[in-house]
């Protein structure tokens, strides 16, 4: 069946540090994907989305990486900051291609 | 401000009765979608609606039910048929392109059931 996972449900990091979540997906005709932020007790934020046809794509402070060939994709959040602290989810178009599946999240701790 | 209104933010329900949730966009998209979270889960597809007065079970649809009559309006109803309707409930919508586009999510409703 379909399924979105995150390797690691926590994660600690220093201020300052890099980040990397990490999210590995099963639909292989998957052709998108998004990240999102999710703060307590709200609705999950829009970070960024790459399609298949990519293998990276840049924001602000964020990348996202794609590798088709073993169905991983990363978020990459440089100089991490204390707000940055979230639950991030990863997501993948479903199999009719109507919908967005959800992994399980990775809670991001950042300490100054 | 464009944007996603879901209400009530708590919802309290004795068991046994249905209640609806509300969720309202002026945001002119086609698409809206209902999400359940469960306390460190992800998000599992409810229902969605691709266009006013059409819509189609997601995932976890048993126990639940919608309606589509505005393209601003997509209420969720959780019967009493829902075993574990405790939760958090998200609401969202998409841009009329389809699926391959940030979906735009609500604050949320949190139901508690007892």
């Known amino acids: 069946g379909e399924s979105v996972g995150l390797h690691l449900p926590t994660l600690s990091v220093q201020e300052g540090d890099n980040s990397i979540i990490n999210c590995a997906y099963s639909?292989?005709?998957?052709?998108?994907f998004i990240w999102y932020k999710q703060e307590s007790g709200k609705g999950p934020q829009f970070i960024i989305d790459?399609?298949?046809?990519?293998d990276k794509r840049q924001g602000q402070r964020v990348t996202v990486l794609l590798n088709k060939t073993v169905k991983h994709l990363s978020l990459q959040i440089a100089a991490t900051q204390p707000g940055d602290s979230a639950v991030y989810f990863c997501?993948?178009?479903?199999?009719?291609?109507?919908?967005?599946?959800f992994g399980k999240g990775t809670t991001l701790s950042v300490s100054s | 401000d464009g944007g996603i209104t879901q209400s009530p933010k708590y919802l309290f329900r004795k068991e046994g009765q249905n209640v609806t949730l509300s969720c309202e966009q002026n945001?002119?998209?086609?698409?809206m979608y209902w999400y359940r979270q469960d306390p460190g889960q992800g998000l599992r597809l409810i229902y969605y609606?691709?266009?006013?007065?059409?819509?189609q079970k997601g995932d976890i649809a048993e126990g639940y039910s919608v309606s589509r009559e505005k393209k601003e309006s997509f209420p969720l109803t959780v019967t009493s048929a829902q075993k574990n309707p405790t939760a958090f409930y998200l609401c969202?919508?998409?841009?009329?392109?389809?699926?391959?586009?940030?979906?735009?999510f609500g604050n949320g409703t949190r139901l508690t059931v007892t």
């Open positions: 969202a919508s998409s841009i009329p392109t389809g699926i391959n586009s940030p979906l735009h």
């Open positions: 609606s691709q266009i006013v007065n059409d819509f």
């Open positions: 997501a993948e178009t479903n199999q009719a291609g109507t919908a967005l599946i």
């Open positions: 639909n292989s005709a998957s052709d998108y």
């Open positions: 945001l002119n998209h086609d698409a």
């Open positions: 790459i399609r298949s046809n990519m």
